[in-house]
T-cell receptor, first 109, second 116 residues
Framework: SQQGEEDPQALSIQEGENATMNCSYK?????LQWYRQNSGRGLVHLIL?????REKHSGRLRVTLDTSKKSSSLLITASRAADTASYFC?????????FGQGTELSVKP | GAVVSQHPSRVICKSGTSVKIECRSL??????MFWYRQFPKQSLMLMAT?????????EQGVEKDKFLINHASLTLSTLTVTSAHPEDSSFYIC????????????FGPGTRLTVL
């Protein structure tokens, strides 16, 4: 399976700062989703953006999608220590989710 | 919300034995379930797609005779790792797609397999 690329691989910020993660993919998609995973745990679905949408908000999360560049970004505003986790983008390719490499976010109090 | 469970959550076995992992959708029917494998500090890799009542579709490089998948009902899929070896040690995660919500997959909490 092709996997998207995410950058940065790791991000360390102070509480209150914003965190931006980027995701690039290679094929046509139906939608793109962002997930969070705490260490050794399952995945938590954060947000889904469809291929005909450009931006979506959910609480402190803002996701953009640029299908011409095959890229997406996840912005977490006013970060908290509890946001510390790994974040993955996943593209829906014909019903299958293909995950990016992930960004490990550390938010220091 | 939709809940997916996995059992067991952790399993330790000896090399050469087989291990079965169950994935259940607790409050919805899932025609399709997916199995992923995740090595430490890495992303999820799709292993196979499991459709109720039919054979699973395996991703390239995944041995179907080693990772047996059975999707016997609309709420249960099982993954059996046959003749497990230490290199099979990993975090196995399933997800289920609801009949009425094709865009959404609900993920189980994962199973940590350690093969000694």
């Amino acid at each position: 399976s092709q996997q998207g690329e995410e950058d940065p691989q790791a991000l360390s910020i102070q509480e209150g700062e914003n965190a931006t993660m980027n995701c690039s993919y290679k094929t046509s998609i139906n939608n793109l989703q962002w997930y969070r995973q705490n260490s050794g745990r399952g995945l938590v679905h954060l947000i889904l953006i469809r291929s005909n949408e450009r931006e979506k908000h959910s609480g402190r999360l803002r996701v953009t999608l640029d299908t011409s560049k095959k890229s997406s970004s996840l912005l977490i505003t006013a970060s908290r220590a509890a946001d510390t986790a790994s974040y993955f983008c996943a593209t829906d390719e014909g019903g299958k989710l293909i995950f990016g490499q992930g960004t490990e976010l550390s938010v220091k109090p | 919300g939709a809940v997916v469970s996995q059992h067991p959550s952790r399993v330790i076995c000896k090399s050469g034995t087989s291990v079965k992992i169950e994935c259940r959708s607790l409050d919805f029917q899932a025609t399709t379930m997916f199995w992923y494998r995740q090595f430490p500090k890495q992303s999820l890799m799709l292993m196979a797609t499991s459709n109720e009542g039919s054979k699973a579709t395996y991703e390239q490089g995944v041995e179907k005779d080693k990772f047996l998948i059975n999707h016997a009902s609309l709420t249960l899929s099982t993954l059996t790792v046959t003749s497990a070896h230490p290199e099979d040690s990993s975090f196995y995660i399933c997800s289920a797609r609801s009949i009425g919500a094709a865009d959404t997959q609900y993920f189980g909490p994962g199973t940590r397999l350690t093969v000694l």
